[in-house]
T-cell receptor, first 117, second 114 residues
Framework: GAVVSQHPSWVICKSGTSVKIECRSL??????MFWYRQFPKQSLMLMATSNEGSKATYEQGVEKDKFLINHASLTLSTLTVTSAHPEDSSFYICSARDFQVALDTQYFGPGTRLTVL | AQSVTQLDSQVPVFEEAPVELRCNYSSSVSVYLFWYVQYPNQGLQLLLKYLSGSTLVKGINGFEAEFNKSQTSFHLRKPSVHISDTAEYFC????????????FGQGTILTVHP
């Protein structure tokens, strides 16, 4: 089946630094990728929709200048958390949609746990 | 706007017992419905989905769900659970106009006891 990877799987950083998280579709091309964040014991909240070659679409309440998303190729999207603060600590999960399969088919990455000290 | 409500935050059950995880949704248009499972510190794995057609959907690991339009429900069932089914389960909804965006429920932690 289709595989989506994320790197790193976990990261610890100091407050004020920036962190980049990569999301890759390993065996299919993904025109669309989604970024979610999940706080402990809570559900996934969609942050943004990333389309290859165009600007990301952010959900209401998500700061686009803080969470920079780049989708430069059909197999890679990156999320950069700029000037991270402890409240940004969370589990970040990406998903990718295979454009050759039905629009409803999404494959999720294993997630990246970010801890900001 | 869509919303999903998972009625139980935690469901404890003994091994080999049946289980039902409840999910209700609201939407103004026809929906697509999904159940995902999440093991600790992992991403989500699709269990099953309803797009159209038969209201009884069978998924992986022996799970099934029934779409009930009149009750706006999509409950997940398994006739006999295993210890390995211990995980968190999420119900999610999208539709043809949301371009793949999923709205998730709050999650239900299923704990299977020996």
């Amino acid at each position: 089946g289709a595989v989506v990877s994320q790197h790193p799987s976990w990261v610890i950083c100091k407050s004020g630094t920036s962190v980049k998280i990569e999301c890759r579709s390993l065996d299919f091309q993904a025109t669309t990728m989604f970024w979610y964040r999940q706080f402990p014991k809570q559900s996934l909240m969609l942050m943004a929709t990333s389309n290859e070659g165009s600007k990301a679409t952010y959900e209401q309440g998500v700061e686009k200048d803080k969470f920079l998303i780049n989708h430069a190729s059909l197999t890679l999207s990156t999320l950069t958390v700029t000037s991270a603060h402890p409240e940004d600590s969370s589990f970040y999960i990406c998903s990718a949609r295979d454009f050759q399969v039905a629009l409803d088919t999404q494959y999720f990455g294993p997630g990246t746990r970010l801890t900001v000290l | 706007a869509q919303s999903v409500t998972q009625l139980d935050s935690q469901v404890p059950v003994f091994e080999e017992a049946p289980v039902e995880l409840r999910c209700n949704y609201s939407s103004s248009v026809s929906v697509y419905l999904f159940w995902y499972v999440q093991y600790p510190n992992q991403g989500l794995q699709l269990l099953l989905k309803y797009l159209s057609g038969s209201t009884l959907v069978k998924g992986i690991n022996g799970f099934e769900a029934e779409f009930n339009k009149s009750q706006t429900s999509f409950h997940l069932r398994k006739p006999s659970v295993h210890i390995s089914d211990t995980a968190e389960y999420f119900c999610a909804v999208s539709d043809a106009t949301s371009y793949g965006k999923l709205t998730f429920g709050q999650g239900t932690i299923l704990t299977v006891h020996p």
